[in-house]
């Protein structure tokens, strides 16, 4: 069973640093790209990051761009997303999702991120 | 970047009704398009994929159709558990923009 699972959220204050991490298990995880995809209170899907199964490859979304990091770390089946200088508008649910090729297929249950003063 | 715009922003449909909701690109994007379904607190699930296909384990109620920039997600007889809010995203190439999201609701 595929399984994927958020840590690393939490309430920061603006400026302030956060690294997220998520779990994966039940499928070959080097294999699959991967993605950070956010969601503000009572809004829309907004996707963040995107990394290659190799980590090679590597996209962004202009509004974090020079601010976020995604990585991975294979040998221990993890993705990261370091983000810095957060700011207000980065307040959402952050969703680890697994790529099968372009559609989104699986997704952790999310951990929120919280930026207020 | 190709936005993605879906219509309506929402709707309210008795249960049985057929219901349609559109999505466009402003650019063509072949079949390169996902559906999701987020059901309130939950997390969204991928419905359909390459524009038509639907995802394993989807009820056979749910369609889409389309190419280029022109999209359609068809429920063809609305049931209570399809209350939700559905998106559309492309996904031809980086970024893979969402569309804004489409709210059913149950007349």
């Known amino acids: 069973e595929v399984q994927l699972v958020e840590s690393g959220g939490g309430l920061v204050q603006p400026g302030e640093s956060l690294r997220l991490s998520c779990a994966a298990s039940?499928?070959?995880?080097?294999?699959?790209?991967m993605n950070w995809v956010r969601q503000a209170p009572e809004k829309g899907l907004e996707w963040v990051s995107y990394?290659?199964?190799?980590?090679?490859?590597?996209y962004y979304a202009d509004s974090v761009k020079g601010r976020f990091t995604i990585s991975r770390d294979n040998a221990q089946n993890s993705l990261y997303l370091q983000m810095n200088s957060l700011r207000a508008d980065d307040t959402a649910v952050y969703y680890c999702?697994?790529?099968?090729?372009?559609?989104?297929?699986?997704w952790g249950q999310g951990t929120l991120v919280a930026v207020s003063s | 970047d190709i936005q993605m715009t879906q219509s309506p922003s929402s709707l309210s449909a008795s249960v049985g009704d057929r219901v349609t909701i559109t999505c466009r690109a402003s650019q063509g994007i072949s079949n390169y398009l996902a559906w999701y379904q987020q059901k309130p607190g939950k997390v969204p699930e991928l419905l359909i994929y390459a524009a038509s296909t639907l995802q394993s384990g989807v009820p056979s109620r749910f369609s889409g159709s389309g190419s280029g920039t022109d999209f359609t997600l068809t429920i063809s007889s609305l049931q209570p558990e399809d209350v939700a809010t559905f998106y559309c995203q492309k996904y031809d190439s980086a970024p893979p923009t969402f569309g804004q999201g489409t709210k059913v609701e149950i007349k």
């Open positions: 039940g499928f070959p995880f080097s294999v699959y790209p």
């Open positions: 999702v697994r790529d099968e090729g372009g559609p989104l297929d699986y």
């Open positions: 990394i290659t199964g190799s980590g090679t490859t590597i």
